[in-house]
């Protein structure tokens, strides 16, 4: 299986890539990961609703240039679904089985996705209520499909 995550933003603190650079190591043996930054758009911190459409869908053309045709594409969104780990899990093995090995994360800048990229989605998922940086969402993502191969796998891993 191939797991691309494309994510809005440089990633720049330290122990954030060392945690994804161990679960991308661990993962090497169930599948192949790749991650794709694209730049995020500059913007002033207090934008009016129309600055920060505008600057989601810069953020969103960027990351539509990344998507291939050929890839199941699963946003991270607020307004998404949430899953246990084991429905996570058991929804990849199901795509694998039907034959969607190309599976495309995507995540969005401080500001979320714009609706291009939410509609070019076949899903959406939600880890929270809660909002987390950007950037800390990768690795949770990361590790969260990490674990997703050693549940399928029926592989121990801590609960």
Do not use: W
């Not at 994510?7 to 954030?16: A, I, P």
């Not at 291939?68 to 084991?86: F, M, P, W």
């Amino acid at each position: 299986m191939q797991i691309t995550i494309i994510s809005v933003g440089k990633l720049k603190e330290k122990y954030l890539k060392q945690g994804i650079d161990e679960f991308d190591k661990r993962l090497t043996s169930y599948c192949k990961l790749q991650l794709i930054e694209v730049n995020d758009e500059q913007a002033p911190e207090n934008m009016s609703d129309k600055e920060m459409e505008q600057v989601k869908a810069k953020e969103g053309e960027r990351i539509l240039a990344k998507i291939k045709d050929t890839q199941h594409v699963i946003a991270l969104d607020l307004n998404g679904k949430q899953r246990t780990s084991e429905q996570f899990a058991s929804e990849l093995e199901k795509l694998s089985i039907h034959g969607k090995s190309q599976i495309a994360f995507v995540i969005g800048g401080s500001n979320g996705l714009s609706s291009d990229v939410l509609q070019r989605a076949n899903d959406t998922i939600s880890f929270s209520k809660m909002t987390f940086p950007h950037q800390l969402m990768k690795l949770i993502l990361v590790e969260q499909v990490y674990r997703a191969f050693r549940i399928m796998r029926v592989e121990p891993y801590h609960k």
